[in-house]
């Protein structure tokens, strides 16, 4: 079945230690990529998106991610987190290419301990 | 400038009530989705407006969800004869024509008693 796995549900870091979370797809053609992050009682935020082309991308609060077409893989990085980066992620699907709707990981609550 | 805003933040109702959720987009935003966030179901996609096409309604669970977007602009969500299963956070998200952003509004908190 098609879907988007996010597979890790809670992930601690200290602050100052670099973060990696983990999502896979499961489509037959590459679809467009994003990462939203939500922090408590707040809406969606956009972070990044990948279309196509550099399968690095960089996106706001010095996240990036990094698309491995060969692993199905978009996994969101960060060099050094803060604490208020404390937060959950989603990486989320446009499977029709049309902005349509998005399909959505299970999500991962991030805790940054100081 | 102003984002999405939805209305109540929460709400409260008994079972078997009619309840509306409201979404104020972003203006000049022409496409508008729903979506509702629960514990049990994660993040799911409700339904799709865009323009003056006919809304993309695939995703709404039952014949008791509708939604309405009025002058491509404010749209309500109303669930009929609510369930407990209808607890959930409602979002309502915009998006410019020649973007892909969605830009999601904070959501209305909705729990049946």
């Known amino acids: 079945a098609q879907s988007v796995t996010q597979p890790d549900i809670h992930i601690t870091v200290s602050e100052g230690a670099s973060l990696e979370l983990r999502c896979n797809y499961s489509?037959?053609?590459?679809?467009?990529l994003f990462w939203y992050v939500q922090s408590p009682g707040q809406g969606l935020q956009l972070l990044l998106k990948?279309?196509?082309?550099?399968?690095l991308v960089q996106g706001i609060k010095g996240f990036e991610a990094e698309f491995k077409r060969s692993q199905s893989s978009f996994n969101l990085r960060k060099p050094s987190v803060h604490w208020s980066d404390a937060a959950e992620y989603f990486c989320a699907v446009d499977v029709t290419g049309t902005a349509s709707k998005l399909t959505f990981g299970t999500g991962t609550r991030l805790q940054v301990t100081l | 400038g102003a984002g999405v805003s939805q209305s109540p933040s929460n709400k409260v109702t008994e079972k078997g009530k009619d309840v509306e959720l409201r979404c104020d987009p972003i203006s000049g935003h022409t496409a508008l989705y729903w979506y509702r966030q629960s514990l049990g179901q994660g993040l799911e996609f409700l339904i799709y407006?865009?323009?003056?096409?006919?809304?993309?309604k695939s995703g709404l669970p039952s014949d008791r969800f509708s939604a309405e977007r009025t002058g491509g602009s404010v749209s309500t969500l109303t669930i009929q004869r609510t369930q407990q299963e209808d607890s959930a956070v409602y979002l309502c998200?915009?998006?410019?024509?020649?973007?892909?952003?969605?830009?999601f509004g904070p959501g209305t908190r909705l729990t049946v008693t």
């Open positions: 998200a915009s998006r410019a024509g020649h973007s892909y952003e969605q830009y």
């Open positions: 990948y279309f196509s082309g550099d399968t």
């Open positions: 489509y037959g053609a590459t679809p467009y």
């Open positions: 407006f865009q323009g003056n096409s006919a809304p993309d």
